[in-house]
């Protein structure tokens, strides 16, 4: 090893990190499980408003079933209604 | 955790398994990890952010270590992709060619703190594969074969660049009177 192999070894020599860095990686190394629970909690949050939406589409399906179903009976009273009519006429 | 080895018996993998700590892992290497950084990219701030991802890639894969061996050379690799990923990212100091370097201070001599300054600011302007190879030669005191390893490159080209790079730094510093007297 020449004169400027040495000299580059002492130049790039090993150096200590700022103080406190592994306290540092230490408790960074514990945020993960925060942010895992982040995403627990996003996909949580998700369920909820697909489970929310598909619930509200249902409950609106029902109530245009209802709906549908109140028109056919006034249709058929209507309808009722007015055959007593012709059938009198008729007699 | 247990993973089943290539002749089919099941071993024992991870830190634990392996009797290491993740704290002790950190206190260990942490001046190697940080020096890696700090040499490659000349910045402190940099080096600690890219020491310190390194450190959380191997708590998140801790249970991909199997020996102190293996935690060493998981840590260098890691720490010298991380360092090129951050330089190529970060772009923060324009590339210089060697010529374009500072010139030393007159009457530098081997031996003086000045040099190895200079020395330092030399490396950083090398590109990125030289320079990486260069600092895992002299800092971490490794052979081509161990670089090549490390930065999966053939051994050839590790050689080149090391033979290379010295040839530079050194024109570079005895055109200015920088050399053994």
């Not at chain 1, 090893?1 to 990190?17: G, V």
């Not at chain 2, 002790?24 to 600690?48: G, K, N």
């Amino acid at each position: 090893m020449d004169w400027l192999e040495q000299e580059l070894k002492q130049a790039l020599a090993r150096k200590e990190p700022p103080g406190g860095f592994a306290e540092r990686v230490r408790w960074s190394a514990r945020r993960p499980r925060f942010v895992m629970a982040r995403w627990v909690a996003a996909a949580a949050a998700l369920v909820v408003m697909t489970g929310g939406s598909l619930a509200w589409r249902e409950h609106q399906g029902r109530v245009a079933k209802e709906q549908v179903m109140t028109a056919m009976r006034i249709t058929s009273a209507k309808l009722k209604h007015i055959q007593g009519h012709v059938r009198e006429v008729r007699q | 955790m247990t993973a089943v080895a290539i002749d089919g018996s099941r071993t024992a993998r991870g830190l634990a398994a392996a009797g290491l700590d993740f704290d002790a892992l950190v206190r260990e290497h942490q001046s190697m990890v940080f020096s890696l950084a700090y040499h490659f990219l000349h910045d402190r701030q940099a080096a600690e952010e890219v020491a310190q991802e390194v450190f959380l890639a191997l708590h998140r894969s801790r249970a991909e270590i199997e020996s102190p061996m293996h935690a060493a050379f998981w840590l260098r690799k890691v720490a010298a992709q991380r360092s090129i990923d951050e330089a190529r990212r970060r772009r923060r100091r324009p590339q210089v060619a060697l010529d374009a370097a500072p010139e030393p201070a007159a009457g530098v001599a081997p031996g003086d703190p000045m040099l190895g300054d200079l020395l330092r600011r030399l490396i950083a302007t090398l590109p990125e594969a030289p320079r990486m190879v260069m600092v895992m030669r002299y800092q971490e005191d490794l052979e081509p074969a161990e670089i090549a390893a490390l930065l999966d490159m053939p051994v050839t080209t590790v050689k080149s660049h090391l033979k290379r790079s010295l040839a530079l730094l050194r024109g570079k510093l005895e055109r200015r009177g920088v050399g053994e007297q």
